[in-house]
C-alpha cells in the first residue's frame, strides 16, 4: 500500500462513504454561462498576472506567459561566440530539426522527394512528446462520418480560431495519414474483418478516435522511427539546433547546433530547413508540472522568433485536467481521459462530486483549480488534488473492466502499491500541449521567413485555441508530410548566398533598445532539476 | 525530516529522500542529466538502469524513471546499448520465415536461459516472443512484444547476441502491413478524397460566418 498521509487516508474513507450513492447519479451539467464564469476565473489562461507584453520581435505588443517570454526575450547562445560560418560541418538539402514524429514523417516525405536529409535532435529520435501519447489519432475513414464533420468538430472545438486553410488540409488528408501509418506497419486496433476499431473523444461527433491499444503514440513513432534508420537517413542525435542561420537574402540557410555533451559548436547549412522541435511543457509555465518528454522546452518557437518568424496564439495552452497528484514519482503524468468517460467521478476532500466529469478539458480542469482554491483540496507531497473515484469504474462496468480497458493507468499506479480497482487517485491539472506555434501557410512554410517550414505542436494555428484529443497525433503526421513533400520540391529552387548570424545580432539590438538586458540564455534545451526533487 | 536512503550512484555513496524514483534521486545527488533521460515516464526506453541491492547477489535491471529508489541501492545507468539494427525494405520484404533467417539468424541460436526474459523492464515474455518469431509466427510475436519500450536491457544479458526489440520491430512492421486485415473504408474513403468528393462540402463550410458555423456546431449531431 501507498504511503499516504493520515489526512489523505482520513479523506479517503469519506470518499468511500458516499461511493455507492454517487454512482447512480451523474454530477449537474454547468449551463454555458457558469462555463464561461469558470473559465474566466479560474482557468490558468485567463490569469492575467501571468502574462506579459512582449516588447520585441514580429508579435510585438502581444501577450505571452512570463517564461515564454523569458526564452523568446532571451539571450542568444551564439553572440559572444565566433562561429566560422564559411565552413559548414554539414552541408544538406533538406535539415530537419526535431526527431519526434512530426520531424520523421517529414523526413520520410523529403527523402522519397529525392532531397538529402539530414536530422538533428536534442535527445535520441523518438525521445518526444510523440512517443508517450496514448489516446489515439482521428480521422474521418468511416461511413457515417466525413471529413465534413471533423471539420466542423475540430473548428467548434478550437474555439472557431483555426485558420481555416490549415484545418481543411488537416481533415481532407486524415484518412490518407492513416493509409500512410499502416502500409508502414503501425499496427492499428482492428476487428477480424479489417474495420478500424475507433471510438470517441472528448468533443468529437463521430467515433473516429484511432488506437494502437493504449500506446498509439509509441507505435507510431517506433515505426516511423525504423523507416527513417532503414532509409539511411542521418540522425544526429544528442545534437541541439540552437540558432538559424540566414543567407544574405534572408533566406533560412541552416543552423547552428550544439553537442548537447561535449557543448562543441557545429554549422549545418541546408537549402531549406524544417522545425519540428514539440512542445513546451518543461517551461512549467505557472509553476504547472507536465505531461511531456524532458525535451520539451519551446526551443523551436525561439529560433524562428528571432529570425522574424510570427508566432500565432502562443498565448494558450492545454492543461489536462487529470495529471498524477500523488505518488509524487509520477507528479504530473498524464492520468487518461479514458479514465472518466468509463465512469470515474472527480470528488474533492470531503467525498463530494463537484464537476460533471466529462466537461470540456478547459472546463474541468479549471473546476479542479476552483475547488482546491476552496480549501476543498487534498493536500499531497507537491501542493493539493481531488480525487479521482476510480473504484466506481468497477462498481459500473463490472469487475475485471479496469484491468481490460486501462492497463496501463493500472500499470502506472500499481508500481507505487496502488491498486486504483480498490482505491481512488489523487489527481491535479497538468500542463499537456501547446495550443499556439509558428504560423504558417497551407504548405507548411512560416507566414514571414522564406526556406523555413514548421510541423507538429511547433506549429501554431491549426486547431485554433484548444485542441481535440486526437488532432495532434493527426496533425504531426499530415503537417509533417506537407513540410517534407513541400521541402523535397523547394530545395531543387533555392541557391544559397553567404551565410549569416546577422539577424541575431539586430535582434539583440532591438532587445537593449527596449530595455531589455536578458541574462536567461535560450532556447533553454533541457529544465534544470538538480537538487529539485519536487518537480 | 523526510526519510533518507543511501545509494551508490557509480559506486558513489548519496543520501537522497526515499520517495525518489532512480532518475529523481540521480537530480537530487546534482546530476544535470542529457543521456539516460527522455519521456521521464516509462514510454521511451532511454533510461534502462541495472542494480542491486547490497547484500544480494542478484542484478536488476529496470527503467529509473519508474523506479524508486531503496536502501542501500548500487546504480548503473544503461544509457545506450548497442543493438544490431538490420535495414530492410518494408514495401520490398515478405513475411515468411526466411525473412528471419535472413535479417536476424542468430535468434536460431538461442540457448534457452530466460536471462532476456528476467532483465526485461516491461515485464515482457521476451523469450517467447523470440521463439515465436523463430517459427514466422508474427502476429504472436508482434502481440506478446507489443509493450516494448525497446530499452535494450534483454540483450545485454543474452549469451547468443540477440537484439530481441529489434526482432520484435521487424515482427510487428511485418504483421501490421502485411498480416492484420485489410481496411476497406479506410482505401474507399482515400479514394473519394482522391476524387474530390468531399472538396465542396468542406469550402461551403469554410466559406460560412462564424455565426453560422457556431449554430451548426452546437446543434450538430452525436454519434450514441
Ligand atoms: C503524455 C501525452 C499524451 C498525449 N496523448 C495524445 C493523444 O492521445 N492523441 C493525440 O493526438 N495527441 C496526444 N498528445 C499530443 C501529441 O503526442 C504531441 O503533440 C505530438 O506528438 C507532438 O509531436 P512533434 O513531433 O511535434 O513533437 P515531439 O514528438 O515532442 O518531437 C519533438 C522533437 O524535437 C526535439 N527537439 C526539441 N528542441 C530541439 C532543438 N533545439 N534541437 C533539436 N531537437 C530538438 C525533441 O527532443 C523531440 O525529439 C499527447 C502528448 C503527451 C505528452
Ligand atoms: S525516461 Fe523514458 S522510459 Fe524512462
Redesign the pocket.
Known sequence: MYNYTNEQLESMKKVEATRQERCGKLHRRLTAEEKDAVLKEYHPDYITSAYEVLKVGPNKGEKVLHELADVLQGKSRVLDMDIDLSKPDYETDVLIIGAGGAGSSAAIEADNAGAKVMMVTKLRIG?ANT?MAEGGIQAADKPNDSPAIHYLDAFGGGHFAAKPELLYRLVSEAPDAIRWLNDLGVMFDKMPDGTMVTTHGGGTSRKRMHACKDYSGAEIMRTLRDEVLNRGIPVIDFTSAIELIKDTDGKVAGAVLMNMETKDILVAKAKVVIIATGGAGRLHYQGFPTSN??GATADGLVLAYRAGGKLLYADTLQYHPTGAAEPTQIFGALVTEKVRSLGAQLVNKNGEAFVYSLETRDVTASSIIKECSKGNGVKTTDGQGVWLDTPQIEILGGEGTIEKRIPAMMRMFGKYGIDIRKEPILIYPTLHYQNGGIDISADGMSTTIENLYVAGEAVGGIHGRNRLMGNSLLDIIVFGRIAGKSAGKKFKEVTLKDLTLDHVKSFDKELKDAGLNPEILSPKLLPNYTKQPAI | MENMVNVYLFGKKYQVPSSLTI?KAMEYAGYQLVR????????????STIYRIKGDKELKAC????TKVEDNMYVATLPFFPLVKEVYDIQKISPSEQIMMQLYPEIYACVGCNACTKACTQGLNVMQYIAYAQRGDFESCAEESFDC?M?GVCSSRCPAGISHPQVAELSRRLYGKYIAPETTHLLERVKEIDDGKYKELIETLMNKPISELKELYNNREIEK
Open positions: 525521445d512517443m518528454h524532458y | 532518475m539516460g533521460c527522455g519521456c521521464r515516464n516509462g514510454f521511451c526506453g532511454a533510461c527503467l529509473a524513471c519508474q519500450v530499452c
